[in-house]
């Protein structure tokens, strides 16, 4: 499986940026998905997470209300809608799949595929 984020860039505080990442390979419908982020000298922390039929969704505590995570399997394709900016958003974000079962969208060690990364950069 391979993974390519799309989407990042510049933007003001405030305003949104949608994020894609886009599933080549094997069918992506039978992945739980992730985004994560890092920021310059900081950890990998775990953005959002999505089941593979869509019908479950978690989010970290710092983005719970503004960011939303999709999927559309016809296209092999997650989403991540990000409203709302703050300049504490900004991080390289990536997108990974996990075939595993359990539910720990939140662990790193969980996923078996990660993309490359794309930046987000919130300006205040």
């Known amino acids: 499986v391979q993974l390519v984020e799309s989407g990042g860039g510049l933007v003001q505080a405030g305003g949104s940026l949608r994020l894609s990442c886009a599933a080549s390979?094997?069918?992506?419908?039978?992945?739980?998905m992730g985004w994560f982020r890092q920021a310059p000298g900081k950890e990998r922390q775990f953005v959002a997470g999505i089941n593979p039929g869509g019908g479950y969704t978690t989010y970290s505590e710092s983005v719970k209300g503004r960011f939303t995570i999709s999927r559309d399997n016809a296209k092999n394709t997650v989403y991540l809608q990000m409203n709302s900016l703050k300049p504490e958003d900004t991080a390289v974000y990536y997108c990974?799949?996990?075939?595993?079962?359990?539910?720990?969208?939140?662990?790193?060690?969980?996923?078996?595929?990660w993309g490359q990364g794309t930046q987000v950069t919130v300006s205040s």
């Open positions: 990974a799949a996990s075939t595993y079962g359990s539910y720990t969208y939140e662990v790193p060690g969980w996923y078996n595929y």
């Open positions: 390979g094997r069918t992506s419908n039978i992945y739980h």
